[in-house]
């Protein structure tokens, strides 16, 4: 196969329809970038979701009173609960200093006595920070002798588990969705562009071209349309990506937050996507009859 | 060379063609003829292979239609040329690339290409438009440009469907003297028109299709 030829008529295929590589790059670029942005703000919403599940934990209030050989007893039946990652004992003196930082004054002299009971602060494995997994680990903490009370916030998993579930399918979906309709706009653009070839594809078959031969040329293009697609889509998005940092600034900035190999990713999604555009395309108007092309 | 036995075909149940025996021999020169919509161009199709029938068999040199690959069509037609009345020249290149196109397909090495195209363009006579473009020439010297690209590969038949169809009478004549010369230089040539004042001056075989049958004919002196 005559590589520069294939090459040549590749790259000219740009000089000969310019208008329609300039709409078949723009479809390209346009369906990576709202693919891209998609996928920006899927993920780090997602992230910053499941960050507040990072931050559930639990405590166990002890009975009084409490000694100095009770608690480690306590300490460790706790530890022996599956699930439990870590668990820090605050003494009493402890819990009150907590309550001066959050209300200011000291209790002891609001009451005349430290009325908070010593407790354990409670940390989970990452896998149980669920509803199910922390119902369990809590009935488990009521049954340790010596812990008066256990409280977390199920609530807040509740919503979490509810709400993430919820979250990801329409993700999934709306990502499906996007990703469908970006390969249909691709391809039928490229299908146009292709159109306007048929003639030369007809005359290809007509003096004994192979199909690899006819179409080469086309893949070629294809893939030269989807980098040019990559490049100009990973370009926008990363302007967006610097604006949108600077506008927002603080925790909202994380939603825009993108590592550098993202655009590389863009790139090789934009050069799949120009293929791909291709490969569907040329292969109808390869299985169509030579003298019925007009 | 070319053989088609008790060949049938049909288009959405119609018979076209129905059980026709047809036998070309290198270096004949053959005018096939018929009313408009008789089947013609079908039969020029199952020549190269564009069309399977439905039954019976088409062989084309070492190529049979029951047996042949998609992959073996292309070597198929590399070995005949192609001319339609609507030239099918790609209005984007030049004379030359439209000719040099055959040879591109084929691998050929680009000093050949150049050779032969060159070549070919002298002997249908239009050395001198090489560089001009299909827009820039007249319907006879477009007809020439697709005889050339049929020619450059060298084939072992030449298949022109409605050739003069769209020329006028003394343009007619000149491809037709083409047609002839190349005929003359051993290749062989089936030539579908329904011009008679045409069939009548190639002097050769002439061969009709009438009520999806084919017979040869003899024309009346």
């Known amino acids: 196969m005559n590589i520069f030829y294939v090459l040549k008529e590749g790259i000219s295929g740009f000089k000969r329809a310019r208008l329609s590589m300039v709409i078949s790059i723009f479809t390209i670029t346009i369906s990576l970038i709202l693919l891209g942005l998609f996928t920006i703000v899927f993920r780090n919403t997602n992230q910053i979701v499941e960050s507040f599940r990072d931050r559930v934990e639990m405590e166990a209030f002890l009975e009084e009173p409490i000694t100095d050989e009770t608690s480690p007893i306590v300490e460790r039946k706790i530890h022996a609960i599956p699930g439990i990652k870590a668990a820090k004992f605050i003494s009493k003196e402890e819990a009150a200093k907590i309550f001066k930082e959050q209300f200011g004054e000291d209790i002891r002299n609001i009451l005349e006595f430290n009325p908070l009971p010593a407790s354990f602060k409670i940390y989970l494995e990452k896998d149980y920070k669920n509803t199910d997994s922390a119902r369990v680990v809590y009935a488990k903490l009521k049954l340790v002798p010596g812990v008066d009370d256990v409280i977390y916030r199920k609530t807040l998993l509740q919503l979490l588990d509810r709400r993430a579930q919820l979250f990801a399918m329409a993700s999934l979906g709306s990502g499906i969705a996007l990703l469908i309709t970006a390969i249909f706009l691709v391809s039928n653009t490229i299908r146009l562009a292709i159109y306007s070839k048929r003639k030369i594809i007809a005359t290809m078959k007509l003096v004994g071209a192979t199909r690899m031969f006819i179409r080469l040329p086309f893949l070629v293009e294809g893939i030269v349309q989807g980098v040019l697609g990559g490049l100009f889509s990973s370009g926008f998005i990363y302007l967006v990506v610097v604006y949108a940092s600077k506008v927002f600034g603080g925790d909202l900035a994380a939603i825009v937050f993108v590592e550098p190999t993202f655009y590389l990713i863009i790139l090789g999604a934009g050069t799949f996507l120009g293929l791909l555009g291709s490969v569907i395309s040329v292969r109808k108007f390869i299985t169509e009859s030579v003298a019925l092309t007009n | ?221």
Do not use: W
């Open chain 2, 1 to 221: 060379m070319v053989k088609l036995s008790n060949v049938c075909v049909s288009f959405n149940r119609q018979l076209v063609l129905d059980h026709i025996n047809l036998e070309i021999k290198a270096g004949e020169f053959v005018s096939l003829v018929g009313t408009t919509g008789s089947g013609k161009s079908t039969l020029l199709r199952l020549l190269y292979m564009d069309l399977i029938p439905d039954s019976g068999s088409v062989s084309v040199g070492k190529f049979l239609s029951g047996t042949i690959s998609s992959k073996q069509i292309p070597m198929l037609r590399r070995k005949l040329g192609v001319v339609y009345q609507d030239f099918k020249l790609l209005e984007d290149r030049s004379v030359y690339d439209n000719v040099a196109f055959s040879l591109y397909v084929t691998n050929a090495r680009i000093a050949d290409i150049k050779k032969k195209v060159l070549n070919v363009l002298a002997n249908v006579g239009l050395s001198h438009k090489r560089n001009s473009m299909p827009h820039q020439l007249s319907g006879g010297e477009q007809q020439r440009v697709a005889i050339a690209r049929a020619l450059v590969n060298e084939p072992i038949l030449l298949l022109a469907d409605e050739p003069t169809g769209n020329l006028d009478p003394t343009t007619s004549l000149d491809i037709l003297k083409l047609l002839k010369d190349i005929n003359t230089q051993g290749t062989a040539v089936l030539m579908a028109t329904h011009n008679y004042d045409l069939v009548r001056k190639a002097q050769g075989r002439i061969v009709q299709i009438k009520d999806r049958k084919v017979f040869d004919v003899k024309l009346k002196r």
